[in-house]
């Protein structure tokens, strides 16, 4: 449960976690979303959302960035580990909070990384259309140009790939291979799996969501024909290895 003193306007500074220690706190919080240890994690949220909460309160000017980028990412993993739990009503929420607090962490693939978590949660709600709108508009935004970053590839691709998610849910297979295929470029431009503003993208993240995407359309055949594709030095943890998109 989440603290009420923000509702009654007695948050104190004093309570705050300095950002390192926040971030510290956030980066094991991931590693254990990613070894599926949800259990674990679900004891480990409710502190954190309070002190992520606290230290957005408390940050200054100069740490005002940082702390929002934290708490986003406290967010999302709220998000994901609720939608786990078969919650994604309240993942929604999570979700729609991490968004809020994205755009003050003045990072654009922090708010893209937001929106692609947002857009998995809609899928799990069964809002396809909408969905495929988040992925696919966010990824227009976020294409990239010029010299962009193997991050900006990556969080770029992995929205490409939602989207392809979101169109074969839909039965718009042929859709759903152009957008595999814009994904496939983006993957060729990182080259190996990486995991960038905490979403997993490259060749085996490629493979896992083809595959989802054939099976969704009915396509068995290519399922399994694409997935004899995955690399056998996958780096994919065990949370994206799993046929929940994401």
């Given at each position: 449960m989440s603290s009420v003193d923000?509702?009654?306007?007695?948050?104190?500074?004093?309570?705050?976690?300095?950002?390192?220690?926040?971030?510290?706190?956030?980066?094991?919080?991931?590693?254990t979303y990613r070894a599926c240890r949800y259990a674990s994690l679900a004891a480990l949220l409710p502190r954190l959302l309070a002190d992520a909460?606290?230290?957005?309160?408390?940050?200054?000017?100069?740490?005002?960035?940082?702390?929002a980028d934290l708490?986003?990412?406290v967010h999302q993993i709220t998000a994901r580990t609720l939608v786990r739990f078969?919650?994604?009503?309240?993942?929604?929420?999570?979700?729609?909070?991490?968004?809020?607090l994205a755009a003050?962490?003045?990072?654009?693939?922090?708010?893209?990384?937001?929106?692609?978590?947002?857009?998995?949660?809609?899928?799990?709600?069964?809002?396809y259309?909408?969905?495929?709108?988040?992925?696919?508009?966010?990824?227009?935004?976020?294409?990239?140009?010029?010299?962009?970053?193997?991050?900006?590839?990556?969080?770029?691709g992995v929205l490409l790939l939602g989207g392809a998610s979101s169109v074969a849910r839909q039965g718009r297979s042929g859709v759903a291979s152009d957008l595999l295929a814009e994904g496939a470029t983006a993957a060729r431009q990182t080259g190996i799996d990486r995991t960038d503003y905490d979403v997993h993208f490259g060749p085996s993240y490629l493979v896992s969501?083809?595959?989802?995407?054939?099976v969704v359309t009915g396509d068995y055949v290519a399922a399994a024909e694409v997935?004899?594709?995955?690399?056998?030095?996958?780096?994919?943890p065990p949370a994206a290895r799993s046929r929940y998109p994401g």
């Open positions: 923000d509702v009654l306007g007695e948050l104190d500074d004093a309570d705050a976690p300095n950002l390192g220690e926040l971030a510290h706190a956030v980066a094991h919080a991931w590693g909460q606290a230290a957005v309160h408390a940050a200054t000017a100069a740490e005002a960035g940082r702390a708490a986003t990412q078969g919650e994604a009503d309240l993942g929604h929420v999570a979700a729609r909070e991490a968004l809020r003050g962490a003045l990072d654009p693939l922090r708010l893209a990384s937001a929106r692609d978590c947002f857009g998995h949660v809609l899928i799990v709600q069964g809002r259309a909408d969905a495929e709108r988040v992925h696919v508009s966010t990824a227009q935004q976020l294409e990239p140009t010029g010299q962009a970053s193997a991050a900006h590839w990556s969080v770029y969501q083809s595959t989802d995407c054939a997935a004899r594709r995955m690399p056998r030095d996958s780096a994919l």
